[in-house]
């Protein structure tokens, strides 16, 4: 499999986009950004008409939204994936539901572990696999909520995944999450990251968790540690199990390359070198990069990448391309303080003892 060629016609659009990025996270903000302030006051107006215009459904159980204010990532899913084993360990029973960014087809589906990324898409797929719960996707939150109840009856709550700004759906609680980089320039969109404007307290029926060392905006909220347990064989990844407890020792002291489709891919190179690994090449993706291509030549001895992007490599896609590149997977925990854990649980501390039937 050769390795992807550069697209020059996306040059001028990647340099663009580099360029409003930094604008967007330089505080105070630029000269740029204050001057796209008129069409952010313009997305303003039409978010609130949205919300405005939006009349919330209930779907007959609880319903837990999972987001954040910012485009791009701050840790959505691996928040999402460590309220599901909080609600677990609590006695309920979730189920989850999400939009299935740039999946193919727009209905509603159920994601199977052998689905394909492409079909549901990356992040839904993941968590199905790292949680075993049920996971619908659907643009339509409200129908993919009440498929996955038909489908399984016995989800008591349901997490949504994604879905701040999906205000069909009614909410019991949102969780608002954050990374270091915080809320930018406090800007909206297009003039800073925001898709909605920073609350000045947090609303009652809001959790905020703090996916960073410290809190980084004036919201109060809770921290969560990031922690990467180890590395393990492609092969192994797909098969559910865990890494070993000195499995970084298998990759340290050898070139690796290291590919990444995030938001934020610099954070996991740096994680790798602070795990004293040495990477001879970095490939920084976009954020759900499909892996059409791979980020690699046929050469390349070790490739290592991240969970996000090891669902869409299935084994036979290698076998089938005769690669000789060991890739490996690095998993990643979110382990919120114990006080978000108390906190979620005041607001959902035990599961019906029984169903109502119908809604």
């Known amino acids: 499999m050769p390795a992807r060629a550069p ?48 009349r919330p ?18 840790g959505k899913t691996p928040t999402t994936i460590a309220v599901v084993r ?37 992040e839904p797929l993941l968590i199905r696999l790292r949680t075993g719960v049920p996971v619908m996707v659907g643009k339509d939150r409200v129908a993919a909520a009440r498929a996955l109840r038909a489908a399984h009856p016995e989800v008591n709550i349901i997490v949504a995944d994604d879905g701040l700004q999906h205000h069909r759906l009614a909410r019991d609680l949102q969780i608002i999450v954050f990374d270091e980089r915080g809320a930018g320039n406090g800007l909206l969109l297009p003039a800073g990251p925001l898709r909605e404007r920073l609350p000045g307290v947090r609303p009652a029926d809001t959790l905020v968790l703090y996916n960073a060392a410290q809190a980084s905006t004036p919201l109060a909220g809770w921290l969560a540690a990031r922690r990467q347990p180890g590395v393990l064989p492609l092969a192994d990844w797909w098969q559910g199990r865990s890494p070993a407890p000195d499995s970084w020792k ?110």
């Open 7 to 54: 697209d020059p016609h996306t040059g001028l659009s990647a340099r663009l986009g580099a360029a409003l990025q930094r604008a967007w996270w330089a505080r105070p903000p630029t000269r740029a950004a204050r001057a796209l302030r008129p069409l952010a006051a313009l997305y303003g107006a039409l978010a609130r008409l949205h919300r405005r215009l939006s």
């Open 57 to 74: 459904q209930q779907v007959g159980v609880p319903v837990l939204v999972v987001g954040n204010l910012i485009v791009g990532g701050a």
């Open 86 to 122: 909080l609600l677990r360990a609590f006695g309920w029973l979730p189920g989850v539901v999400s939009r299935g960014h740039r999946r193919h087809g727009r209905g509603v589906a159920e994601v199977q572990r052998d689905s394909r990324a492409s079909d549901c898409g990356d």
């Open 250 to 359: 298998a990759v340290q002291g050898r070139p690796l390359l290291a590919a990444a489709g995030l938001a934020a891919p610099e954070r996991f190179f740096k994680m790798l070198r602070d795990q004293g690994l040495h990477l001879s090449i970095v490939c920084a993706l976009p954020d759900h990069d499909p892996f059409d291509e791979l980020p690699w030549r046929d050469d390349t001895p070790d490739a290592v990448i991240t969970e996000k992007d090891a669902v869409k490599l299935p084994l036979e896609r290698l076998a089938q391309g005769h690669a000789a590149t060991r890739v490996w997977v690095v998993p990643l925990d979110l382990e919120p303080e114990m006080a978000f854990a108390a906190a979620l649980k005041r607001h959902f501390p035990h599961p019906p003892k029984y169903r109502h039937q119908g809604d």
